[in-house]
């Protein structure tokens, strides 16, 4: 008797204790990340985004349907790092979508996706033995007060296997959908000045960056002209801007207008150079294509700030291909050849700007120096370690330059020959600027007193001005990156975009893209060559652990029942 009193006791304390734990689990809201990456801890950037935020934020995902085993890891990790922010934020609400389900008319929902520019991805499925392609919307839209925004949720990437692109995709959700939801709930403020009057780039070679650009910031074109007339005026309203963009311009600054770029950096304003040290020319007599060094009277400006912009050409064996016309014009092909003065650049650095992006495609690009200074520098490009510098001038010759170029890739580079290593093209500076004016006659005066030094700022500065050039299809401007000759698609406009983000980006948004997350994929050929030994161990595993349990259980029974 009491022994079964003591039991219902114990019985009734922990039914007590279960109820108190949920009566209070419904009150205290806590949820733990047990893994070594912290896959599912938001970053505080991340959480800024979503935390004011009062009215839903609606979130449609396109990854829904068949897919195979790497499409489906990309769909659970979506979905929990969704379920992190609607826990942050109960008004985050989310919902996965086939959008090809169920649909009379498919060809006419694709043509629909296709207008708001959300691609699809063909994917192989394995089942049954049977292999099928399935249509994949790696998409989201996001809606919040009447605002859209798309997120891409896969990462196009060259030479990579489709879980190598998928694993590339899962490091980069947290940042875009943070992303994405910072330009839906936060107003742009920041303002950039895009330079004009020394040659730079026409407004309709630049379109789709500034046009993708233009969600985060404001746009305005910003004209150095006025420097001869009125150089304080000038230096006024260039100083309301938070950042500069110089793209390839192709004529010499003036000293006043040095003076006033140099005194907009000393007033803590950052600014991206995109800066080509050599020109192409044609001889009309020979109709043969030269290559020579360009002076825009930076150097110095460079020079006082630790750079060097060297007037030379990089030759790189991993480059881009050109594709060239044979034959006769009726009878014309195109084919590819390799063409070392088109570097592709992919830098293994961790840094956010830089990190799990696609090759940056170069054209004609020169080598960066660093001198030692006060000044932060790193290095975001540089060329493989099989580069070689050519001096200038240099006669440029696709007859003599392409069997040259495939004779290597065929038989390897010459060592004695390709020995300049890693060459800087792309260089970020940080930290307190000194004037390159310091001890030097001004241009002319200004009302107050100019400074010497600058407040913390950044720069980066990039030595090659066809970085930022799109191509045109029927005189309308493709995707920056997009190369239509050989349909291959490089990671320019990424680039670019975390460099203008990075030089204005106060919130550390951007740093989320540092985070990285380990995702382990099964090895497809071990997975076949030991397929039959787990499956006898699936099936037979549990029957003996189940045999011996009921021996065990036996023994134990005849044993206390023998006594």
Do not use: C
Not at 21 to 26: A, D, E, I, R
Not at 164 to 178: G, K
Not at 392 to 400: A, G, N, Q
């Amino acid at each position: 008797m009491k022994n079964k009193t003591t039991h219902i006791r114990n019985f009734a304390l922990v039914l007590l204790g279960l109820v108190l734990l949920n009566v209070l689990g419904s009150y205290i809201y806590k949820r733990f990340d047990l893994t070594q990456d912290k896959r599912y801890t938001l970053s505080e950037a991340a959480k800024e985004t979503v935390e004011e935020v009062d009215s839903p934020i609606v979130i449609d995902v396109f990854l829904e349907g068949n897919f195979p085993p790497e499409f489906r890891r990309l769909q659970l990790e979506t979905r929990q790092l969704l379920e992190e922010f609607a826990a942050f934020n109960s008004n985050v609400k989310f919902e996965f979508i086939n959008p090809l389900e169920g649909e009379e008319n498919p060809q006419a929902i694709q043509q629909q996706m296709a207008g708001y520019g959300l691609t699809a991805a063909q994917v192989e499925v394995k089942e049954n033995g049977k292999i099928s392609t399935e249509l994949v919307y790696p998409w989201a839209l996001a809606y919040y007060n009447e605002k859209t925004v798309k997120i891409s949720l896969l990462k196009n990437q060259l030479g990579t296997t489709s879980e190598e692109r998928v694993n590339n995709s899962i490091q980069n959700l947290e940042y875009a959908f943070a992303d994405g939801f910072n330009k839906l709930v936060h107003p742009k403020k920041r303002k950039v000045a895009v330079l004009k009057g020394n040659g730079e780039l026409d407004d309709r070679y630049i379109a789709d960056f500034f046009a993708t650009l233009r969600d985060y910031y404001f746009i305005a074109p910003f004209t150095l002209d006025s420097a001869a007339v009125n150089p304080q005026r000038t230096l006024e309203q260039i100083k309301t801007f938070d950042l500069i963009v110089a793209a390839k311009p192709t004529e010499a600054f003036s000293d006043s207008e040095k003076y006033i770029l140099d005194q907009y950096t000393m007033h803590g304003g950052a600014s991206l150079w995109l800066v080509d040290a050599t020109e192409m020319q044609q001889d009309t007599t020979s109709g043969k294509s030269f290559v020579f060094g360009k002076d825009l009277n930076l150097n110095d400006f460079f020079f006082k700030y630790g750079l060097r912009i060297n007037p030379n050409l990089i030759k790189d064996v991993y480059s881009a291909p050109i594709v060239l016309a044979t034959g006769n014009e009726n009878e014309a092909q195109f084919n590819r050849y390799p063409w070392f003065y088109n570097p592709l650049s992919a830098s293994g650095s961790d840094h956010p700007i830089v990190t799990n992006i696609e090759a940056v495609k170069f054209d004609y690009v020169s080598g960066i120096d660093t001198l030692p200074n006060s000044l932060q520098k790193t290095i975001l490009l540089s060329s493989s370690p099989i580069t070689k510098i050519v001096g200038l001038p240099v006669e440029i010759d696709f007859d003599i330059e392409i069997p040259k170029n495939l004779k290597i890739v065929n038989e390897g580079p010459d060592p004695s020959d390709y020995t300049s290593e890693e060459t800087p093209m792309a260089v970020l500076l940080e930290g307190e600027f000194p004037s390159v004016f310091t001890n030097r006659v001004k241009p002319f005066s200004l009302s107050e007193k100019d400074k010497s030094q600058s407040t913390p700022t950044k720069m980066v500065v990039i030595s090659d001005g066809d970085i930022i050039i799109n191509q045109f299809d029927r005189n309308r401007p493709l995707e920056l990156g997009f190369d239509k000759r050989t349909n291959a698609f490089y990671g320019n406009k990424e680039f670019l975009l975390n460099t203008v983000n990075y030089l204005l980006d106060d919130s550390g948004l951007i740093n989320i893209r540092s985070k990285e997350i380990a995702v382990p994929f099964l090895d497809p050929q071990k997975t076949i060559e030991k397929r039959t030994q787990w499956q006898l161990v699936n099936i037979l595993l549990p029957l003996v652990l189940l045999a011996i349990f009921g021996i065990f259980f036996q023994y134990i029974r005849k044993r206390k029942y023998a006594r």
